[in-house]
């Protein structure tokens, strides 16, 4: 078989959370900047069949693409680096190939025959893979395997990889494992023995790394890196280091540096330039040199960990580099938020987000801080249950109805101004079945929004089941809340604002998907920007002058 697209895999040894999802993001930018089309595609070895139904305490942020998928949080990555929509193909687990190749087996596809992991199993996975490579979109496809090499739910995965890299042909499938090299401060030593393990692991199961990157807190000296050639059959310069920065954003440049995308174009036979980064580099510069500083609460349920709200956090370094200011998120946890201490709580802050969530625990908490930030002025975004949130605290404190609620969290509230929508009446099933991916969204002219936007319609990306509940948009409207961003469709409210407020939006969608290193979401920027002036006209300073 021969192979116009190429193939990179990139597997993991040692130890997870080595940041495999980063250095394959950082390689296909330097690729991306040489011209060649690339994707990122990343491997899941769970049963889960998408991240859909995994708390963000397992698994981090639910990322949406596009058309639907609901993901790992490393698609968001691909996209923040390569400005390059992923789909449903770039995200594939364990549960999906097995769900596929059961539904084939039930079908009478194999009949007659005994369905195995090798090769129907390993079938589906190079399938999946190539299904990029065969789109015709593509130069570069590089599949990231999660997990780490040794564990039990890889073993398909590897065999997969071991075939595909034979079926392929010399020069068309390479394979860079990414392993950890520690350092013992009690020996004052890097220790390469982990690697040489990994790698040995690897062996044995057929491949034979081309590259190896590894993660380091301190310099790879020479000596060592002959050392891990030697051991490990790889060409010293194709022995990477990969040391922690102090932002991902620096890791293209580190792998510049190291050659990693000469290293790699090489093997694969492909023609090899000096990267064009300059864009990248200007925003890497901007973010690196703030010229002032502000300060936004990020309100949520999950905020002991930063993975759960990344999109959101990685959406504000992009609109902080645009506007030349450091946004400092401070992470409120929303269950410990009452009317008695929100103003401590909040009244330093220069903007404040209510982010996503499901479920009822911590929404009280999100209504007081709605509630405040409306009555004095402060800038605020809500996104998705912030935005839920923000119309059950208008309707309560301001409309009067004090039952207001959605009836995600009351089903039996007398004033249901957030309803489950219409088409979820009918669902049971839990995995798959929000309102997902991206809709069409229709600007109201001279709105916040539409200045924002400056465009008529826009499209942006779901994951709910409830709604702006429309019987009660009259009433919210005549009291000053208004709809300004409809489905041109089905009509459904998807951003409120609160004209006679500096900056209040919410919205029924997710920006935070949709924001790039390339482009900064206009909301996220405006939002900054807002944050910006509320601090300058409340406080009259800037960092500049402090
Ligand atoms: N729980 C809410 C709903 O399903 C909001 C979802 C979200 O914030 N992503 O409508």
Not at 136 to 139: A, K, P, T
Not at 300 to 308: N, P, T
Not at 480 to 493: E, K, S, Y
């Given at each position: 078989m021969t192979s116009t697209t190429k193939y990179i895999f990139v597997t993991g040894g040692v130890t997870s959370s080595l940041g495999k999802g980063i250095i394959a993001a950082s390689l296909a930018k330097l690729l991306q900047a040489q011209g060649y089309r690339v994707t990122i595609q990343k491997l899941d070895p769970y049963i889960n069949v998408d991240p859909g139904t995994l708390n963000p305490y397992e698994h981090g942020e639910c990322y949406v693409t596009e058309d639907g998928a609901e993901t790992d949080l490393d698609l968001g990555h691909y996209e923040r680096f390569l400005n390059v929509p992923t789909s449903q193909a770039n995200n594939v687990t364990t549960g999906r190939i097995y769900q596929s190749v059961i539904q084939k087996e039930r079908r009478g596809e194999f009949l007659g025959k005994t369905v195995q992991v090798v090769p129907h199993i390993t079938d589906e996975i190079k399938h999946r893979v190539q299904l990029l490579g065969k789109s015709?979109?593509?130069?570069i496809v590089i599949t990231e395997i999660g997990g780490t090499v040794g564990d039990i739910e890889s073993l398909p995965y590897i065999e997969a990889v071991r075939q595909l890299r034979w079926d392929l042909g010399a020069n068309n499938g390479i394979v860079i494992h990414l392993t950890l090299v520690p350092f013992l401060s009690a020996a004052g030593e890097l220790k390469t023995k982990p690697t040489q393990h990994s790698v040995k692991t690897l062996m044995e199961s057929g491949i034979q790394a081309d590259v190896l990157v590894c993660r380091t807190e301190h310099n790879l000296p020479k000596e060592l890196r002959r050392k891990l050639a030697l051991f490990c059959n790889v060409t010293e310069e194709a022995v990477i280091q990969s040391i922690d920065a102090s932002?991902?954003?620096d890791v293209p440049n580190l792998m510049l540096e190291q050659g990693l995308d000469k290293v790699v174009l090489e093997k694969l036979a492909l023609k090899s330039i000096t990267p064009d980064i300059t864009g990248w580099n200007k925003f890497v510069e901007r973010h690196k040199n703030p010229k002032s500083e502000v300060t936004i609460g990020l309100i949520?349920?999950?905020?002991?960990?930063?993975?759960?709200y990344k999109s959101i956090l990685e959406a504000f370094i992009h609109a902080g580099a645009e506007n030349e200011v450091k946004v400092k998120i401070e992470s409120i946890h929303s269950e410990y938020i009452n009317n008695d201490n929100v103003k401590l709580k909040l009244e330093h802050l220069d903007g404040v987000l209510v982010a996503p969530g499901f479920g009822e625990r911590g929404i009280e908490g999100k209504i007081d801080a709605v509630k405040y930030v409306r009555e004095h002025n402060i800038p605020f975004l809500g996104i998705c249950l912030g935005m839920q949130m923000a119309v059950i605290e208008y309707s309560r404190n301001v409309l009067g109805l004090k039952n207001a609620n959605s009836t995600e969290m009351d089903a039996n509230t007398a004033n249901p101004v957030i309803d489950l929508m219409e088409a979820q009446k009918s669902v049971t099933d839990k995995g798959g079945t929000m309102r997902l991916g991206a809709w069409a969204c229709e600007l109201k002219k001279k709105s916040a929004v539409h200045d924002i936007y400056k465009t008529d319609t826009i499209k942006e990306r779901h994951r709910h089941r409830y709604e702006f509940n429309g019987n009660y948009k009259a009433q919210l409207e005549n009291a000053?809340?208004?709809?300004?961003?409809?489905?041109?469709?089905?009509?459904?409210?998807e951003i409120i604002e609160i004209p006679a407020h500096p900056w209040f939006v919410g919205v029924q969608y997710h920006p935070e998907y949709k924001s790039t290193v390339a482009n900064p979401h206009p909301l996220f920027v405006a939002f900054v920007k807002a944050a910006l002036d509320h601090k300058k006209n409340s406080k009259g300073v800037s960092m500049a002058q402090n």
């Open positions: 015709g979109n593509y130069d932002t991902i954003y949520g349920k999950y905020v002991e960990l930063q993975d759960s000053g809340m208004i709809a300004t961003g409809l489905n041109p469709d089905t009509g459904l409210v």
